[in-house]
């Protein structure tokens, strides 16, 4: 309305200033022309609202989009800062997986390498053992057996086979199957030599300076160690002398056929284990 009344004015002022008497054609000239412009104005203040109310319109969009733009950015950063923690904890991980692996392999690798050496101690102690029982044989129905026990070869000679009763010195019989097995000895140098001695557990009456069977079990050790390597000449690094006394009984009973079966020398053989100590230590 505004615009209407000064573009009204506007015209009347510059009639009124040309000081020109106006003719009634002219009039109505200038009259339409007023109403022309008065409603071409009407059309431009409809056309200025409606520009108004759409940028009202425009700028609430454009703070509605602002904030969600905002909301987003903040959705986005926190996601961004979890998925670096996220990024961070994987490369961690995979680190982590990877030196696992690794050690792995290399447990693996060792575990393997301590199996085939355990296999080899199995297989060097079958072997040994298969040429001990040819070797010995005939003497096996004399109380002497060959067996393995935990990778070890173990030959169990009964006290009969070796010594006179109450005695520590080796008779003949003895003596040769002693010979037969350090000719399998001889030829195996890697094996070593531990000598046993077991009693029963009666009481020693009146054997000299064997005061009991601690010293009985001792001393007839060192007779078969002394024999082997005095006479049978193996070398003396490779063996060891030991008493048990009576306190390992194969058969704890308290019979005659018992104490028999515990009246023993008992040489264990053992394959050289250099190699398999040596990958325990690792």
């Known amino acids: 309305m505004k615009i209407r009344y000064y573009l009204f004015a506007t015209a009347i002022c510059f009639v009124l200033h040309s000081c020109v008497v106006l003719s009634p054609k002219k009039y109505k000239a200038l009259v339409a022309e007023r109403d022309s412009l008065a409603t071409r104005t009407g059309v431009l203040e ?9 940028t009202m319109r425009l700028h609430r969009e454009l ?70 029982q040819k070797a010995l044989l005939g003497f096996q129905n004399s109380g002497l057996t060959v067996d393995i026990r935990d990778g070890k070869v173990y030959v169990s000679l009964a006290d009969k086979l070796l010594f006179p009763s109450g005695s520590i010195n080796i008779n003949e019989n003895g003596k040769l199957a002693l010979q037969q097995l350090a000719a399998v000895l001889n030829k195996e140098p890697d094996i070593t030599i531990a000598v046993e001695g077991h009693t029963d557990d009666k009481k020693v009456i009146n054997l000299g300076q064997i005061k009991d069977n601690w010293d ?20 003396p690094k490779r063996l060891t002398a030991t008493g048990k006394s009576e306190y390992q009984p194969v058969d704890p009973a308290n019979t005659n056929d018992a104490r028999t079966k515990n009246r023993r020398i008992e040489i264990v053989l053992s394959p050289k284990l250099d190699e398999l100590y040596n990958l325990i230590k690792q």
């Open 46 to 54: 409809d056309t200025v609202a409606k520009l108004r109310a759409d």
């Open 63 to 132: 703070n509605d989009m602002q904030n969600n733009y905002n909301a987003l950015n903040t959705n986005f950063n926190s996601l961004n800062d979890k998925y670096s923690a996220l990024n961070n904890n994987f490369t961690t991980s995979s680190s982590r997986v990877s030196q696992l692996s690794a050690d792995l392999k290399k447990r693996e690798a060792r575990l393997k390498e301590v199996e085939d050496a355990l296999h080899k101690r199995d297989d060097a102690s079958n072997a040994l053992r298969d040429k001990l």
């Open 216 to 235: 009985l079990s001792v001393l007839r050790s060192t007779s078969v160690c002394r024999y082997l390597t005095e006479v049978e000449k193996i070398d």
